[in-house]
């Protein structure tokens, strides 16, 4: 990246949040659709509809071309044609861009019978391990074999019978990608329940496959000759429409998603309904209004669907800050995803951790500061709190947020947040 092209995001913090937005695809269900659409040996194209421009989107699709897919933008549209996908490959330098695409594995050796990546290793939230990705296909017939940072595997795979020590929403793509096009039957127990996975089997069915049981802890796979084309829009992202909300409350305004899927997000509007916000469901819109400070909450835990997302855990937790009182966050999904906690502080944050545990102390008010941004979660967190704030913030990491949120700046502006993108020149060329 060129050092001129470094941006930030500047915020003039004070103003509540007020008006409607739209949620566009989840991220969270685009990349295994993507990774899926790799089974699709014929020459019909997958069209998927409205496709946020995120960057791990289009890492993904950095990926998919270099394995021989064509993809081609027709709107917000992308068109996929992957009948001549035949590398089994992906290099080092496209699979560290993006550590989600773990979940290649599972269709490059359903269709190519062999595949081959770099091991993913750890990222800014904690250790991400994929042994419960290797021993489920292995228990598929596949023969892997990890060499000098790499995973090797190969073999025809058949269908069988899986249970996961832990519901891994990853794993279980992997499996059920991986599965689609096997000889015979596979039922994957345990499985995670998270609504993407569902939104991965229609889209699935979509193409010709026979899953079921998406959404409930078994999953049963009967193994199909090959795949079609068809046309397909993923679900709403449930984490956008969370954060929106979440920006509401922290600055005591009142926000409609809209577009949404409520009961995506239940466990979240429980929480701000428990915590004095006032909440209004629609079929497929969300209000959000908190002209008051939240109460604490005494012990908010994360945990797999249907309990609370890990991935709003930043979010929530910049929210309490400015509670009434003294809030517990246990963070049980990824232990170490606590590196929006440092970076609040120095917005006047009162926050106490002890191992996966965050104790925060409401205070009254946060005060403009220059933070950085280490993941996405973290950045929307951290962009939150700065229209909170008083005065003004930059947030420095932006690249992070734009993995995963599509015009977060623009859409907040909308509805009334003074936030910006500006050109900055970086620390490590200021003193050089
Ligand atoms: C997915 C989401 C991510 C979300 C997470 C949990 C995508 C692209 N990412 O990530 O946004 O935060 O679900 O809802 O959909 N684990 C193992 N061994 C494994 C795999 C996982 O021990 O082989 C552990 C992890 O360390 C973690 C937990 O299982 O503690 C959950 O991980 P998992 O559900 O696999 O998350 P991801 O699929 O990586």
């Known amino acids: 990246m060129e050092w001129n092209c470094v941006e930030r995001y500047q915020v003039q913090g004070g103003l509540p949040l007020v008006g409607t937005v739209k949620v566009g695809g989840a991220k969270n269900s685009i990349l295994p659709v993507l990774a899926a659409a790799l089974l699709n040996e014929s020459r019909e194209e997958i069209r998927l509809q409205q496709v946020p421009a995120l960057g791990d989107v289009r890492a993904m699709l950095s990926i998919l071309r270099c394995l021989g897919a064509r993809v081609d933008q027709e709107g917000e549209d992308l068109l996929l044609q992957t009948a001549d ?72 795979l058949r269908g069988g019978e899986v249970t996961l020590a832990y519901p891994s929403v990853g794993a279980t793509e992997n499996l059920m990608l991986a599965a689609v096009c096997a000889r015979g039957s596979t039922v994957i127990n345990n499985a995670a329940c998270e609504p993407e996975i569902a939104d991965l089997q229609n889209f699935l069915n979509m193409l010709g496959a026979r899953v079921s049981g998406a959404g409930s802890p078994v999953i049963r796979i009967r193994g199909v000759r090959g795949l079609h084309g068809g046309s ?62 939240l109460r604490a909450l005494s012990r908010v835990k994360t945990g797999p669907y249907p309990g609370f997302p890990t991935d709003l855990q930043p979010q929530l ?28 502080r120095k917005m006047g944050a009162r ?82």
């Open 317 to 344: 937790l910049a929210a309490l800050t400015l509670a009434d009182g003294s809030s517990t966050i246990i963070e049980h999904v990824f232990k170490g995803r606590f590196h929006h906690v440092p970076e609040l």
């Open 85 to 156: 996908v035949d590398c089994d490959h992906v290099p080092d330098a496209l699979m560290r861009e993006m550590r989600s695409s773990i979940f290649l594995m599972g269709p490059l050796l359903g269709r190519l019978g062999r595949v081959r990546i770099s091991y993913p290793g750890g990222c800014a939230i904690g250790l991400r391990p994929i042994n419960l990705h290797l021993e489920g296909l292995q228990q598929l017939g596949a023969v892997i074999e990890e060499k000098g940072g790499c995973i090797e595997a190969r073999g025809r």
């Open 351 to 432: 926050i106490e951790l002890s191992g996966h545990r965050a104790v925060i102390r409401g205070v009254r008010r946060l005060s403009g500061a220059a933070v950085q941004a280490t993941d996405l979660r973290a950045g929307a967190a951290l962009t939150l709190a700065a229209l909170a704030a008083d005065g003004e913030s930059t947030i420095a990491g932006i690249g992070h947020i734009e993995r995963g949120y599509d015009g977060l700046p623009e859409a907040l502006a909308r509805l009334g947040g003074r936030i910006s993108r500006e050109k900055s020149v970086p620390e490590e060329v200021l003193s050089s």
């Open 232 to 293: 397909y829009r993923v679900f709403p992202d449930r984490i956008v429409a969370g954060t929106f909300l979440l920006a509401a409350v922290l600055t005591r305004g009142c926000v409609t998603v809209e577009e949404v899927i409520p009961e995506h997000f239940a466990s979240l509007t429980k929480l701000l309904e428990e915590a004095g916000a006032e909440v209004e469901r629609g079929a497929a819109a969300v209000t959000v209004r908190a002209a008051e400070p």
